[in-house]
């Protein structure tokens, strides 16, 4: 069975500061990688995928992620947060070979301060 | 083009009711599936539907039913409704199975 495990529930930040959101997974056939931001009260916008190709994946807002397939990481960077960040975010894999069901980490609440 | 909408976005029912969300796909998306948002469960997949046939069925109880019509249109429905099925219920819609999901604002339904 697949599983994601996002290390962090909580990471506080301040404004202009860099972050790293980290995300682990766990699977024995190849997957697809995801990180969704949820903001108050609404749904999930994606902010990147990996799907194959350059292990480095930029998306929107400035975040970038790097897939590690020795490790099995999909960590999630941004080098200046801004106060408008502040919302949780979401890893998710989906197993290719088994349809489109996405497997959702617990979440880490990102919450950036002046 | 409009996003995912999803009606209503908040309901509230009493324990043993029956409750039907309903979830408009993007325009030309074939794909649609539901999760269950909670704080004590995170995000869990219920079921995915493509061509109007259930692909996929996450593990929930026989009360979670869903259904795809031909214009790609969804709807879930619970039946004697519990106090745990309180949740965030969102509807996500891709081109195709497999490809990437995009999700509505949700339904917030509370189950008194």
């Known amino acids: 069975a697949q599983s994601v495990t996002q290390l962090d529930s909580q990471v506080p930040v301040f404004e202009e500061a860099p972050v790293e959101l980290r995300c682990n997974y766990s699977s024995s056939v190849s997957v697809y990688l995801f990180w969704y931001v949820q903001y108050p009260n609404q749904g999930l916008q994606l902010l990147l995928k990996y799907l194959s190709g350059s292990t480095l994946v930029k998306g929107i807002n400035g975040f970038e992620a790097e897939f590690n397939k020795s490790q099995t990481s999909f960590h999630l960077r941004k080098p200046s947060v801004h106060i408008s960040d502040t919302a949780e975010y979401f890893c998710?894999?989906?197993?290719?070979?088994?349809?489109?069901?996405?497997?959702f980490g617990k979440g880490t609440t990102l919450s950036v301060s002046s | 083009k409009a996003g995912v909408t999803q009606t209503p976005r908040y309901l509230i029912k009493t324990r043993g009711q029956q409750v039907t969300l309903s979830c408009s796909p993007i325009s030309g998306h074939r794909s649609v599936s539901w999760y269950q948002q909670t704080p004590g469960q995170g995000l869990q997949f219920l079921f995915e539907?493509?061509?109007?046939?259930?692909?996929n069925k996450g593990n929930f109880p026989g009360r979670f039913s869903g259904r795809q019509f031909s214009n790609s249109r969804s709807e879930m429905n619970v039946s004697t409704l519990e106090l745990g099925d309180s949740a965030l219920y969102l509807c996500?819609?891709?081109?195709?199975?497999?490809?990437?999901?995009?999700f509505g604002p949700g339904t917030r339904l509370l189950v008194l």
């Open positions: 996500a819609s891709s081109l195709y199975p497999q490809e990437t999901q995009y």
């Open positions: 539907y493509f061509s109007e046939t259930q692909r």
């Open positions: 998710a894999v989906s197993v290719s070979q088994a349809g489109t069901a996405l497997i």
